[in-house]
């Protein structure tokens, strides 16, 4: 039961006439579940297969068994992945269990480190999507972990120790090998905000767009820091230097106002085309 609830996420108490047998006095299955609650139910063993039964259920939806403790909504499963590989290895996991787990394709060793890999590159991901760069310091106490990783990485490239596939994985999301500094990183994506408006004369840079989400990223991070207070006098100047839109939504009726002028403009170009069409063959006919 407590595995096919950790399965579903749910349980359904009306199997239990199917896995209770009465001895003794006769008393309505009915009336015994109607006492029996799932907090009952819990009591009688350990989480581990409820644990188990969300593990089933994790590599069902994603036909794998690499889960991250750091990122996603799977920490405590992760965990608890760890706390069976633990125990494996000291000799603490019952047979059952390792069966279990191996039937799976659980495994205790060897692959660890490509899923490490695997689970900082979706941490760094995210915080790429969040913050529009990969200059993650291993000093910020917050992210010393992931930073510490990057800075692996930029030294395993530089002495050619990087596979391709992993290169091409971290320059997907505009990762920089060379380390910048947040200021040099800063002045490069205002440089290609300011290119970017001169081309199309906006700042409505699409996140959608595989060539422009790393600065539509950008951009969305420079709002944010502001209503919250953390974007530097010298960086609001230099954006509203630019014309910069601090509430694009705002002006979301100007610009509908404007298109609907645009339209109008045209549809009468087009009525007076058309007119000049029609009338023009009686006012001045065709030379013979």
Known sequence: MREKRGRTGGFDDGSFCDLVEIIGDEVSLDTIRR????????????SWDERFGELVAYREKHGHLRISQYVGEHKSL???????RSSYKRGQLCEDRVQRLESLGFQWSGVIYAEIWEQ???ELKAF????????????DPEHSRLGRWVTTQRRSWMKGRISRKRVQLLEAINF???EQSNAELWDERYKELKTFWREYGHFRVSTRNPETRTLGIWVIFQRQQRRKGELSDERIKRLDAIGFDW???GNRREIWDTRVEQLKAYREGQEV???VQQVAPRQFPSNP
Request: aromatic share 16%.
């Open 120 to 122: 900082r590159y979706e």
């Open 128 to 139: 790429w999507e969040e913050h529009g760069h990969c200059n993650v310091s291993q000093y």
């Open 176 to 178: 920089q090998w060379i």
């Open 273 to 275: 085309s058309a007119s």
């Open 78 to 84: 992760a965990r608890w992945v760890v706390t069976q």
């Open 35 to 46: 006492f029996v609650s799932v907090s009952t139910v819990d009591r009688f063993g350990a």
């Open 247 to 249: 509430s694009p939504s």
